[in-house]
């Protein structure tokens, strides 16, 4: 049963800094490429970032570029998002799943970490 478990969501000031974590498990995590998405109330999940299966390459929604980075760790089956410069445009719940940019998400959704950004 594919799993994922985020973690590390909360309210920050605009400008702050926030690192999100997701353990996945369940399916073969370093042969998938893998993704953040983020979903407004009432809205679809969108794609924040991508990264393949090697992180050779990486994906970011022109709105967070420059201010995301999302990486993994193949061993530990974590995947990451460092979030800096926090708009409160960013305000969302996020959740990673298996998939790159529009080809996904692959498995059921996790229950996702809040992030709150107050101007």
């Known amino acids: 049963q594919e799993q994922f478990v985020e973690s590390g969501g909360g309210l920050v000031q605009s400008g702050g800094s926030l690192r999100l974590s997701c353990a996945a498990s369940?399916?073969?995590?370093?042969?998938?490429?893998m993704s953040w998405y983020r979903q407004y109330p009432g809205k679809e999940h969108e794609v924040v970032a991508s990264?393949?299966?090697?992180?050779?390459?990486?994906y970011y929604k022109d709105s967070v570029k420059g201010r995301f980075t999302i990486s993994r760790d193949n061993v530990k089956t974590m995947l990451y998002l460092q979030m800096n410069s926090l708009e409160p445009e960013d305000t969302a719940m996020y959740y990673c799943?298996?998939?790159?940019?529009?080809?996904?998400?692959?498995?059921?959704w996790g229950q996702g970490t809040p992030v709150i950004v107050s101007s």
């Open positions: 990264i393949t299966e090697s992180s050779h390459r990486t």
């Open positions: 369940g399916f073969p995590f370093p042969d998938k490429h």
């Open positions: 799943n298996a998939g790159y940019r529009s080809v996904g998400p692959f498995y059921s």
